[in-house]
């Protein structure tokens, strides 16, 4: 008989994949339930494919990030003409469309 609600979904859980080895956590609050892995179940290493998207859009978005703040920074000094950082980074934006062909 289910305790609480997670006892009531994990069950179900468990039962219905068939792979789930639920049991109640030492170190967790009382009634709480940690989900461990089981022998059998086999995690894959994520691959190169995925890595280079997630560089890439990694990059995209730190860049344009770094421009948009540059640009605020100069726009908030009352500069007229943009920064050595902001133009270096004006001159990198231009990249990123070829990120999505990568």
């Known amino acids: ?3 609480t609600w997670g006892d ?3 069950g ?3 039962t219905s994949l068939g792979f789930l080895d639920v049991k109640p956590s030492t170190r967790a609050a009382p009634g709480a339930l940690a989900a461990r892995p089981s022998e059998n179940q086999h995690f894959r290493e994520v691959s190169t494919t ?3 998207v997630i560089v890439l859009t990694c990059m995209a978005m730190g860049l344009l990030t770094l421009l948009a703040i ?3 920074v100069d726009e908030q000094a009352g500069r007229r003409e943009p920064s050595a950082l902001t133009a270096t980074l004006m001159a990198a934006a231009p990249a990123l469309h070829a990120a999505p062909m990568l």
Request: net charge neutral.
């Open 50 to 52: 995925v890595w280079c």
């Open 1 to 3: 008989v289910p305790q």
């Open 70 to 72: 540059s640009k605020n």
């Open 12 to 14: 179900s859980v468990e």
């Open 8 to 10: 009531l979904v994990l």
